[in-house]
T-cell receptor, first 113, second 114 residues
């Protein structure tokens, strides 16, 4: 199994530009999570999906952030417009339902200048 | 507010010693508990899970859970320099067996000195 696949690994963009992060979960996993990690705040949950349906997006910082999961094998996290304070590492993780641990992707390091 | 608290460290131990990492959580109804290891610049990697009070051993790692005290710990025996990393405690704070999200502590940085 290739694990959770995220792209791109690194993204540098200018303030105001649109950024799209991509994630392919492990086949058969029915839950997908987007987290953001910074030194100050640690790992913060942004949004999660069960069976492709968004369940809780209360962690999304503001309306500039949106996420979709059009099918079981693909999810996107979009930031529009991006701001310097969005600079962080964004992780996607997937799991089976039932309280199991997550498998994380390699992350996307986003820098907004 | 659902919280997971960890001492940020750094925790320094000599090679071959036992490293003890601790974690407390706020939700008494929590059901599932995990320890992740994260090397610098890498993603978190699941190393232990525990669901019942008591100890669970896996190789050099032992997870301990005390639900009454809302306390989880990880012991690493015979610590090696390769164990130097940040260790994240994660707790499933939803009731029941549903797949509610994990809440992560900010991690404890462990340094094993050769």
């Amino acid at each position: 199994d290739a694990g959770v696949i995220q792209s791109p690994r690194h993204e540098v963009t200018e303030m105001g530009q649109e950024v799209t992060l991509r994630c392919k979960p492990i086949s058969g996993h029915n839950s997908l999570f987007w987290y953001r990690q910074t030194m100050m705040r640690g790992l913060e949950l942004l949004i999660y999906f069960n069976n492709n349906v968004p369940i809780d997006d209360s962690g999304m910082p503001e309306d500039r952030f949106s996420a979709k999961m059009p099918n079981a094998s693909f999810s996107t996290l979009k930031i529009q417009p991006s701001e310097p304070r969005d600079s962080a590492v964004y992780f996607c993780a997937s799991s089976l339902a039932g309280g199991y641990g997550y498998t994380f992707g390699s992350g996307t390091r986003l820098t907004v200048v | 507010q659902k919280e997971v608290e960890q001492n940020s460290g750094p925790l320094s131990v000599p090679e071959g010693a036992i490293a003890s990492l601790n974690c407390t959580y706020s939700d008494r109804g929590s059901q599932s508990f995990f320890w992740y290891r994260q090397y610098s610049g890498k993603s978190p990697e699941l190393i232990m899970s525990i669901y019942s009070n008591g100890d669970k051993e896996d190789g050099r790692f032992t997870a301990q859970l005390n639900k009454a005290s809302q306390y989880v710990s990880l012991l690493i025996r015979d610590s090696q320099p390769s164990d130097s990393a940040t260790y994240l405690c994660a707790v499933n704070m939803g009731a029941g067996a549903g797949n509610t999200p994990l809440v992560f502590g900010k991690g404890t940085r462990l340094s094993v000195i050769a």
